[in-house]
């Protein structure tokens, strides 16, 4: 008689991480592709960050995904960096490499180019491009949309000076400026992605409407079961398309799956059956 073997152990940490859509897609993948693993959602505090990540790996555990506020302090806890997690200045996935050393990952930027491009086929390439917002996920996702060769991408945030930092470290990779709300004016720019977190609070970026035009389409990395204020906003002022970041999360999920595992995942499915199975 053969005895199956423990699974393969994951986790997201991340504080709070209740609300965490992971643990399901990852369960999706792992369903999808016969992977011997379980992944579950961990709960941790700023202060336990460091004795968590230890103790996990040390119990055998095999790669992490890392969340919100761990992001960037969780770089300083792995041996190695991507050339991506370098460039972001976070990491939301961690990979135990051969021998246990730790490697940082981010995989945000990748999702959404690939939600982007792959899965709703919107062009970037030789387009305007407006990006709200620079905190963490603007940073992450700079990179790979500069990789896309807009025709210029334009940071607007409340804080410039934040703004103009990351125009500053980006710009040997395209052309890339910043800005202030107040001062965005003139035509429509033809995609605007809104990484601030000011949907999660219900709030709307002091936006003027001249940044949308009739071919604008609008991104929102927040997503929720209805429209986010954003997304609100940009259909009530005429924008094309209007987007949710469920599809950046699970590609970068499935970025990290594949890592992990070395398989890619089919995320079509998974994206359609997260949508049919909204939580209230
Ligand atoms: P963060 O580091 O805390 O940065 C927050 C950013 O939002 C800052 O630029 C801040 O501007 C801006 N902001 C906050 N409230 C605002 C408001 N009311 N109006 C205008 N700007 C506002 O957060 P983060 O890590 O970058 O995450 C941003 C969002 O991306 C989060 O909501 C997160 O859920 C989402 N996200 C989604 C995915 C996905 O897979 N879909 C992946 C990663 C992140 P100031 O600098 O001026 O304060």
Redesign the pocket.
């Known amino acids: 008689m053969s005895i199956m073997p423990a699974p393969d152990r994951y986790a997201v940490i991340g504080h709070p991480i209740a609300h965490s859509r992971s643990p399901q897609i990852h369960a999706l993948f792992a369903q999808q592709t016969h992977q011997h693993m379980m992944y579950s959602a961990i709960d941790v505090a700023p202060e336990d960050l460091a004795p968590c990540v230890r103790e996990f790996f040390a119990a055998g555990g095999c790669g992490l995904n890392v969340t919100?506020p761990h992001?960037e302090t969780v770089l300083a806890l792995t041996g190695r960096l991507s050339p991506r997690a370098r460039i972001a200045g976070a990491a939301n996935t961690i990979v135990k490499e051969a021998g246990g050393r730790l490697m940082a990952d981010n995989t945000?930027g990748a999702?959404l180019v690939r939600d982007l491009t792959h899965n709703l086929r919107i062009a970037v390439n030789a387009r305007r491009v407006l990006l709200l917002?620079?905190?963490?996920?603007?940073r992450g996702v700079l990179a790979p949309l500069l990789g896309l060769m807009p025709r210029e991408l334009v940071i607007a945030?409340?804080?410039v000076e934040?703004a103009q930092g990351l125009a500053n470290t980006f710009a040997s990779l395209g052309p890339v400026s910043a800005t202030g709300y107040a001062e965005l004016d003139g035509a429509g720019f033809d995609l605007i992605v809104n990484?601030?977190?000011?949907?999660?609070?219900s709030?709307l970026?002091?936006l003027p409407a001249c940044v949308l035009g009739p071919t604008t389409i609008c991104y929102d990395?927040?997503?929720a079961n209805a429209d986010t204020c954003f997304t609100r906003w940009a259909r009530e002022h005429g924008a094309a398309q209007a987007h949710m970041?469920l599809g950046?999360?699970v590609e970068?999920a499935a970025e990290s799956f594949s890592l992990w595992r070395g398989v890619r995942p089919d995320t079509a499915s998974v994206l359609s059956l997260l949508r049919q199975h909204s939580p209230p």
């Open positions: 919100v992001k945000d999702g917002g620079a905190g963490g996920a603007a945030n409340r804080g934040r990484a601030t977190a000011a949907s999660l609070h709030q970026p002091p990395l927040v997503y970041g950046m999360l970068q």
